[in-house]
């Protein structure tokens, strides 16, 4: 690939390096410079721009972010379509990460122009979630060097996977000294009860014993007989050495001794043994606790069906000082606490604006207009109810009762605007203000727009990066930009000081640096009923 500073005239058919303003907008990084651009720039005073010029065997950054993600993604793995030279994997389902460091590593060695970074191995993921990103830095990398990098990840897995976990039946034991609150064990109980459930599995047996070695022992044996397929082990007093209670007992029904200690703080005091294939853990102290601790790391791993032994255990050290980790194991949580144990998904809520009296319509509220059988209002809240993570905020104010009752049953936050005769900038203030500090961004959508898919919201979803320039972003069909429009929050001052009949559109102008203008595969961005003639030709579509 070629790179400089290049005449004007001379730069039809190059790759622009570095964005440019114009009077009339922006011209971005990246742009195919056409002739018609040429005439623009020489226009507007530019004598030289800085530009890439592709070479023989040089292949595209979004050919190159694919073709790496292709390779990397495994079993419980999806791949985004490719962003100016980033490509980005996400969770098919919840489990574990599972990332094979030395391939990556190796990958990452080839060139310089190729990158990849996951989440940190054996995080655990829910659906959705961003698992790695590929970036190809300049704008090509040469072909050999890409199939050199594609080689390193060969192997009969893929370096990228999440392992779902499985649904077992677990039992659980409590040992007893006098003295021992029934309080403290009932709060144990219902904690990894909580743990368990958030997992996809059940606690199906608890049993509590005198803290010795006999009374352990036979109720193991009882457990083991019921089919449990793991056994969890909460002793009255902590296990200090492989001769103690917990583990005698265990040695006593056939068990093997895997492994005592732990270097996991909290966690130190965890016994790993198996009884044939069944999993029976020792548990440490922290394991009372809802907040992450070590038996976590192991739990998790075991209940995604991952052999875990000894030389796991020992490797758990670098990164096994917890003492500061928030409630990772909590099935529930605050918002403060959800930001800081999970990595950074973007929260996106939708905001269906729902408010208007619809004067072109005669008396009729075209929301409530059915098509296919659904009214119009109800088919957009379904849409954004597919798309979005951060919740959907109808914003009601004519005929607010009728709107709610078509939307019943559906998880909805209802804002009523009493201002809405005052314009559509009444409704986008109010829905704007009852979102949490935990969202990232805002879809606003409009009840008039049937035809919005799903799909048309996900490509705005997986596009949206304000790292990356792309704060709002907006569909593209035929070149025409349609609704609905992603708003990243840190416009969300200016677009609730709007007033009048009027929305956030002025501000794509304002902020030409940051849209991202998000082609989608049909019209149904662009069609919206305002008119009995325009109902009519819609459902005449069907």
């Known amino acids: 690939m070629k790179f400089g500073s290049v005449a004007v005239d001379e730069c039809a058919g ?3 390096a570095h964005g440019l303003r114009l009077a009339d907008g922006v011209f971005k990084k990246g742009r195919i410079l056409s002739a018609g651009d040429i005439a623009v720039l020489r226009g507007a005073g530019y004598a030289h721009v800085v530009v890439a010029r592709l070479e023989a065997g040089d292949v595209t950054e979004d050919q190159a972010a694919a073709a790496l993600a292709a390779a990397l993604a495994g079993d419980g793995v999806t791949v985004a379509e490719p962003f ?3 490509c980005n994997l996400f969770a098919q389902r919840g489990g574990l990460l599972i990332a094979d460091a030395r391939r990556l590593d190796s990958m990452n060695r080839v060139d310089e122009a190729m990158t990849v970074a996951t989440l940190a191995p054996y995080t655990r993921v829910a659906r959705g979630q961003l698992l790695a990103t590929i970036k190809i830095i300049p704008f090509a990398v040469p072909q050999e060097h890409l199939r050199h990098a594609e080689s390193s990840l060969q192997s009969r897995q893929a370096a990228v996977r999440v392992a779902a976990f499985r649904s077992l039946d677990v039992a659980l034991v409590q040992t007893q ?12 109980a219902k904690v990894i009860g909580q743990r368990l459930k958030a997992l996809g599995s059940r606690l199906t047996w608890e049993q509590r014993c005198k803290h010795s070695e006999e009374a352990l022992t036979r109720t193991l ?21 492989r001769r103690d209670v917990v583990p005698a007992a265990v040695a006593g029904v056939g068990g093997r001794l895997d492994h005592f200690g732990m270097p996991v703080d909290p966690g130190n005091l965890l016994l790993l043994a198996h009884r044939g294939d069944t999993p029976v853990l020792g548990l440490p102290g922290c394991a009372r606790s809802p907040k ?3 038996f976590d790391q192991v739990l998790e791993r075991l209940l995604a069906g991952l052999a875990v032994g000894s030389a796991d255990i020992m490797g758990m050290g670098v990164g096994g000082l917890l003492k500061e980790t928030h409630e990772r194991a909590q099935p529930r949580g605050s918002a403060s606490s959800r930001k800081l144990s999970t990595p950074a998904v973007p929260r996106i809520a939708a905001l269906v604006l729902a408010a208007g009296q619809s ?12 098509i296919d059988g659904v009214p119009m209002v109800a088919r957009v809240v379904d849409a954004a109810l597919a798309g979005v993570n951060g919740g959907v905020y109808v914003v009601t104010g004519h005929e607010h009762e009728q709107v709610v009752r078509v939307l019943a049953g559906r998880d909805v936050h209802f804002v009523h605007n009493p201002r809405y005769a005052d314009g559509l900038s009444t409704s986008l203030a109010s829905g704007l203000a009852e979102l949490g500090e935990d969202v990232d961004g805002a879809l606003i959508c409009l009840g008039d727009m049937p035809r919005v898919t799903h799909d048309h919201i996900k490509k705005l979803v997986e596009a949206f990066d304000p790292l990356e320039g792309r704060a709002i972003c907006v569909p593209l069909w035929a070149g025409k930009r349609g609704h609905p429009v992603l708003w990243a929050r840190r416009f969300f001052a200016e677009m609730s000081d709007i007033k009048g009949d009027v929305g956030a559109r002025h501000l794509l102008g304002e902020y030409a640096e940051l849209l991202a203008e998000i082609p ?7 069609l919206d009923v305002d008119s009995p003639a325009a109902l009519r030709a819609i459902r005449a579509a069907d």
């Open 520 to 526: 989608v595969d049909d019209d149904g961005v662009l």
């Open 14 to 16: 190059a790759i622009l």
């Open 221 to 241: 044996s009882e457990l083991l007989a019921a089919d449990a397929k793991m056994v969890l082990i909460v002793g009255a007093s902590a296990i200090v050495d």
């Open 292 to 294: 992450f601790n070590g």
């Open 177 to 188: 000294l006098p003295g021992t609150r029934d309080a403290v064990l009932d709060k144990t």
């Open 359 to 370: 004067r072109r319509m005669g008396s009729r509220n075209k929301l409530l207009a059915r």
């Open 84 to 86: 100016t030279g980033r």
